[in-house]
């Protein structure tokens, strides 16, 4: 009891229903290091320690009831970044900015794509050149605001190529 009223006291667990504890988002929190990985030229990360702990939830979701996540199809935003499989961290929202990776509905078709502006009219923009630019024939409605996009990252996912200690395959 005087174990669960300290983890409780220290933001890990939290009071649930029926007078029972429940995981608080502390609970599920990582150390961030203060230093980040090099993804050029290999840098030491000795002696770095962890300057805070994060939930992957409270980096990407800013307002949990307004969020959804999405998965996404297609290669038509590849060099953004965006690949097909990857979820997308959506914010409901019924309007973006120019600039913003957003979903709309385009004509009854929802999509992922930047939404930029000619004059007035709204525009979605790929980030593929195979792609053209799409300019809605009938109407063109904001589902949300891309926030993050989560990738999981498995066995082979380079083409077979991973790192090993001491060099690469």
Known sequence: VKLAGRLTVAGYLRPAPGGKLAPAPRFFALPLFDSPVQAGLADSIQGQGASELVTIDSYLIEVPSKTVLLRVKGDSMQDAG??????????????GSAGEFVIAVVDGDFTLKELGYEGEQPILIPHNQRYPRIKPERDLEIFGVVRGIVRRVD???????????GGSK
Not at 82 to 95: I, M, N, P, T
Not at 155 to 165: D, I, V
């Open 82 to 95: 965006v690949l097909d499989g990857d979820l997308a961290v959506v914010e409901r929202a019924q309007s």
């Open 155 to 165: 066995k082979g996912w380079a083409s077979g190529r991973r790192a090993t200690l």
